[in-house]
């Protein structure tokens, strides 16, 4: 098969790339290499994947319509799976129109590309935040999701929002995937395992926001990399609508479009995680308690019937060792 994802120099883009590489895949990886984060750790990413002699790089950025369009020609792609975008939650807060630029009018090209391409399948990486203010838990597909908190939700839930128009109008096979506070090897500096792990690590203090009451439903990257991949290879179409009781298909009536939580169903207090990390590490953290932070919700819980019913597969690494294969990849690189 052949693939063109976006972010590949990113954390997940770059552990999806190295699995479809693995299994004989040519795959054109767009990065835009944005310096939101160490671009040293982006590179790292990419040099690792251009071991492999089915893997281009294209250096760009989403918004730059010209440069998708040259590495769209060099990939002919069967599939698109568009990862990049400007991520974050806290940061939106500071520059909202970096979200606005890369989520939408980047996300825009992408679909735009794939009307003129016309894959076989086009994914799209959403986000939990785009439920928002949802009080009912766990969080079903179908659930309505109208109220998000931050401009990074908001930038997601219109890209989901436009996959469709063109979906219906140009009948392109599109799945939306809304993933659920990723975490593991290679992970971005900014997220909060690398910051806990690297501040005990370091004898600093580790924010701890929400009094450490806050709970999130943690999703190995190895589990979200596999249910991507099953993903994949289900088309939307009326042929694999679930029927179900106890499911509700978010397949649209009206295009080939779906979309579909990866997430394992176990939400976990903050101060759990915080008390796994120091067990792993074996060495206390200096706590900074913290009250909850502009946009930041309460809870996040994934219903991963939907996936599970699709694909067979639900998330399964407990957060104990998903934490334990990030620590030992730190100790080995930092």
Known sequence: MRYLITGTAGFIGFHLAKRLLDEGNFVVGFDGMTPYYDVALKEKRHAILARSNGFKPFVGMLEDKAALDKAAELADPDVIVHLAAQAGVRYSLENP????????????????????????????ASTSSVYGANEKMPFAESDKA???????????????????????????????????????????????????VDAVRHDRPIEIYGEGRMSRDFTYID???????????????????????TVVDTLSRNAPFRVVNIGGGTSVELMHFVEIIEATLGKPAIRKMLPMQPGDVHRTFADPGLL??????????????GVRRFVEWYQENY
């Open 223 to 245: 589990d979200l990399v596999e249910g991507i991949v099953r993903l994949i290879g289900v088309v939307p179409s009326e042929e694999n609508r679930v029927a179900s009781d």
């Open 308 to 321: 599970v019913a699709l694909t067979g597969f639900k998330p399964q690494i407990p957060v104990e060792e």
């Open 97 to 124: 129109r970096s979200y606005v630029d890369s989520n939408i009018t980047g996300s825009f090209n992408i679909i735009e590309l794939a009307r003129a391409l016309k894959p076989k399948h086009l994914l799209l």
């Open 146 to 196: 109208d109220e998000q908190m931050t401009i990074y939700a908001a930038t997601k839930k219109s890209m989901e929002l436009m996959a469709h128009s063109y979906a219906h109008l140009f009948d392109i096979p599109t799945t939306a995937f809304r993933f659920f506070t990723v975490y593991g090897p290679w992970g971005r500096p900014d997220m909060a395992l690398f910051k806990f």
